[in-house]
């Protein structure tokens, strides 16, 4: 069998946000944090959700035009 998480839906009634999700198929359960406002707890979460974040800002960093001296414009 195999577990699926539950469809989440996130309504941008409160403008941008940054949520870590996960899921805990003991419970089916989904767990949103929204990380911009709230800290993850679990120390192996904190782990994921910082090696997400960096991941994210490496594909921003690689994604911004540079000049030939390496500044970005």
């Known amino acids: 069998m195999t577990d699926t998480v539950p469809e989440i839906v996130i309504t941008p009634d409160r403008g941008p946000q940054l949520v870590y999700a996960s899921y805990d198929p003991k419970e089916n359960l989904a767990h949103l944090v929204p990380v911009d406002r709230i800290a993850v ?7 994921l959700c ?9 594909l921003l960093d690689a994604s911004e035009p540079t ?3 390496g500044r970005a414009q």
Do not use: K
């Open 50 to 58: 910082r090696a997400l974040l960096l991941h994210a800002l490496a």
């Open 67 to 69: 000049i030939p001296n």
């Open 41 to 47: 707890e679990d120390p192996r979460e904190r782990a």
